[in-house]
């Protein structure tokens, strides 16, 4: 990431050859990417040219933790700027906010700290499938690969991974998300030209991070839109309409006994 800000600011060659030689040693020493760290010599020269300006930093922070921008030569008891940053690599998230308290309490650097929640109660299937929808262009406009695909088709591959993720990982511990690219073709979600293209990209986009305490009450309000029926112990056996996805995990199986009714489009 120092390299990153060093050439922002078209820093002179005889600073940026110090990388070059820097990465020498590392690899010669066989130290991976992770565990390299910041020239201090470079972070002199950093603040150095940028004692004197006025600028703000935007920095797309993809853990829980923060970063001290100081050690990469942004000292901001020095110099006259405004960072913000994002925490944790973006996911579609279904969790208590104590799981934003936990970041918060443990904020060094972070004056404000802004965060987006829509509680449960005050969600229903319409407004979870429109949210997913709004999510999925922005996804969509981020990769030229994927201009023109229908956001329906988007949605259906985020709810199926949810599927996945909800209804067989949680038995088998086995995985299952890894495969979600080849489901996505198998089903016919994603067909036509560049198919592999675009399912491997939206498999690098798509990722939910599920509290399993929460995941009930959702997935509950979820069954009067959404395409796929888990079925378990408590789920009620008068089934009203078709889906495309089943999960039964249920030991009463005299509800679920006609399968191909139920799948029937």
Same mark, same amino acid.
């Given at each position: 990431?120092?390299?990153?800000?060093?050439?922002?600011?078209? /820093?002179?060659?005889?600073?940026?050859?110090?990388?070059?030689?820097?990465?020498?040693?590392?690899?010669?020493?066989? /130290?991976?990417?992770?565990?390299?760290?910041?020239?201090?010599?470079?972070?002199?020269?950093?603040?150095?040219?940028?004692?004197?300006a006025k600028f703000m930093v935007i920095f797309l922070n993809g853990s829980d933790d923060e970063i001290d921008m100081n050690r990469f030569g942004i000292n901001p008891d020095l110099l006259d700027l405004v960072m913000v940053w994002t925490f944790k690599k973006r996911s579609l998230t279904i969790h208590d906010t104590y799981r934003n308290r936990q970041i918060?309490?443990?904020?060094?650097?972070?004056?404000?700290?802004?965060?987006?929640?829509?509680?449960?109660?005050? /969600?229903?299937?319409?407004?979870?499938?429109?949210?997913?929808?709004?999510?999925?262009a922005d996804r969509v406009a981020l990769h030229p690969c994927m201009q023109g695909i229908d956001l329906t088709v988007v949605t259906e591959c985020c709810l199926y991974e949810l599927f996945l993720q909800h209804s067989f990982h949680r038995a088998t511990g086995f995985?299952?998300?890894?495969?979600?690219?080849?489901?996505?073709?198998?089903?016919?979600?994603i067909k036509g030209d560049g198919t592999r293209g675009i399912s491997d990209t939206l498999h690098q986009e798509i990722l939910w991070k599920i509290d399993s305490s929460q995941v009930g009450q959702v997935f509950g309000k979820l069954i009067p839109e959404v395409p796929f029926l888990i079925a378990k112990d408590d789920t009620p056996l008068l089934i009203k309409r078709s889906y495309r996805w089943i999960?039964?995990?249920?030991?009463?199986?005299?509800?679920?006994?006609?399968?191909?009714?139920?799948?029937e489009c």
């Open positions: 990431m120092q390299r990153k800000i060093a050439e922002e600011l078209q /820093l002179d060659l005889e600073t940026m050859a110090m990388f070059d030689k820097q990465d020498e040693e590392d690899d010669f020493n066989g /130290l991976d990417h992770g565990s390299r760290d910041v020239i201090l010599s470079v972070s002199q020269v950093i603040l150095r040219t940028l004692i004197y918060s309490d443990k904020l060094r650097y972070t004056h404000i700290f802004i965060h987006t929640y829509v509680s449960n109660s005050l /969600l229903d299937s319409s407004s979870f499938v429109a949210l997913l929808r709004e999510d999925a995985d299952w998300v890894a495969q979600a690219p080849n489901y996505w073709i198998c089903d016919g979600i999960s039964v995990t249920s030991e009463n199986l005299m509800g679920f006994l006609n399968i191909a009714t139920i799948l």
